[in-house]
């Protein structure tokens, strides 16, 4: 049975929200969950996490700074994207997605600011001309580095941190809201969707960390620091686990107690796109590899181990894609399913994924190279001028004891 609609009448295109949105989504998701990391160290003192906790903020800002061109790239009129910023709505979801979007990267980069202001104001002190001038800038006109600026710094950044919890999943689980809120879209309209957002958010942003970890960071030895890999692969399991469970309820709820159209959602994912939505997305991209981060023997295979993990990746945005495009191919009335092939070239085409991509990445190699975030170690294994606040704070907490 052919089970294509073909439009006789309405011969528009179905989906309104193309490829940018899934991407801004599945962004968002990324700093939120990168900003969730770092607070390990910065807020609750976790040192186990310190060598990718400045690393960890810095993803956060950077992909934030990149996700939004989605949604002016996606807008009808992308030049009048600025009246957004002054007409706020108090009962608009996307009003306060604005809102959370222009406020956010503001309070990660004063985080980042006394977080690595120590070590901007070490660099003052033995660079000389413009340099010198830029790096005080940097250290907040602050050149001063005493226990007692460094317990101050530490203590504004943790404040800064905390306040960033709730702002975090403030801007991803709006995303999941405004999908939620949709009444005429079957697949989306659950009030687990904010929930499921974050979650795979969750999935997303630890296995780019352990990524990007596995490429950046490494050990006092200059190898690969596997231990702080295995940590970051309990936490992807744990996140999957959490994913699993939120689908399970979803899917169940959905075709068990809802209103028949979310039985065309069940077709959908389990008929139609059974290949994307279950072998792929369900299968290699969360089943797979929590089999392989919960079983020592299988975790231990390193290669296989970074392959599950890019399969995380890959399997969140496709679970983006899925929702997002899926839900606007299940027509509102009548049978059947639209299908979409987006166009190559364009704002909202795949060409337009990709530059975003490589503005992401050019953006985040720039900040990587003159941000201190790395912890560099002296030769008794002690941390040099470098090393962190978080080290001078419960140093002297010792030596008050």
């Known amino acids: 049975m052919n089970d294509q609609i073909v439009e006789l009448i309405q011969t528009g295109s179905q989906v309104h ?120 800038l940097l250290a907040l006109g602050s050149v001063e580095v005493t ?53 795979s958010a969750m999935v997303s942003g630890v296995a780019l960390m352990i990524l990007l970890s596995w490429i950046m960071v490494r050990n006092d030895r200059g190898k690969v620091d596997w231990s702080l890999m295995d940590r970051l692969g309990i936490l992807l399991a744990w996140s999957i686990v959490g994913d699993l469970i939120l689908r399970l309820l979803w899917y169940t709820i959905g075709l068990s107690y809802s209103s028949a159209s979310f039985q065309e959602v069940g077709n959908f994912i389990f008929g139609h796109h059974f290949m994307e939505a279950v072998v792929l997305e369900l299968g290699l991209g969360l089943l797979l590899p929590l089999v392989v981060m919960t079983v020592p023997a299988l975790r231990r295979i390193r290669p296989l181990f970074i392959l599950t993990v890019i399969l995380a990746i890959f399997g969140v945005m496709l679970f983006r894609w899925d929702t997002v495009i899926g839900g606007q191919l299940i027509p509102k009335i009548g049978a059947g399913f639209y299908e979409y092939i987006p166009s190559f070239w364009g704002r909202t085409g795949v060409m337009h994924i990709i530059g975003n991509w490589g503005f992401w990445i050019l953006f985040f190699i720039l900040f990587t190279s003159f941000l201190p975030w790395k912890k560099t170690s002296g030769k008794n294994g002690r941390a040099n001028q470098d090393k962190t606040h978080t080290d001078s704070i419960l140093e002297r907490k010792g030596a008050v004891s």
């Open 147 to 199: 226990p007692d600026t460094e317990a101050r710094d530490h203590r504004i950044g943790k404040i800064l941190g905390t306040i960033g919890i709730p702002t975090a999943l403030a801007v991803h689980g709006y995303t999941g809201y405004i999908l939620g809120v949709v009444r005429a879209r079957a697949m989306w309209h659950t009030s687990l969707m904010p929930l499921i957002f974050l979650i």
């Open 17 to 136: 929200w193309g490829v940018a949105i899934p991407q801004y989504f599945f962004l968002t998701g990324i700093s939120a969950a990168a900003f969730l990391l770092s607070t390990l160290t910065y807020v609750f003192g976790d040192k186990r996490y310190e060598s990718i906790a400045g690393l960890s903020l810095i993803v956060a800002f950077t992909v934030l700074v990149a996700a939004p061109l989605n949604l002016i790239a996606d807008l009808g009129q992308p030049g009048r994207f600025y009246s957004l910023l002054y007409h706020f709505h108090g009962t608009s979801p996307m009003s306060w997605g604005v809102f959370l979007l222009s406020s956010y990267p503001l309070l990660i980069a004063l985080e980042m600011a006394f977080v690595f202001r120590a070590r901007f104001a070490r660099r003052s002190q033995t660079a000389s001309g413009l340099l010198k001038g830029f790096y005080r």
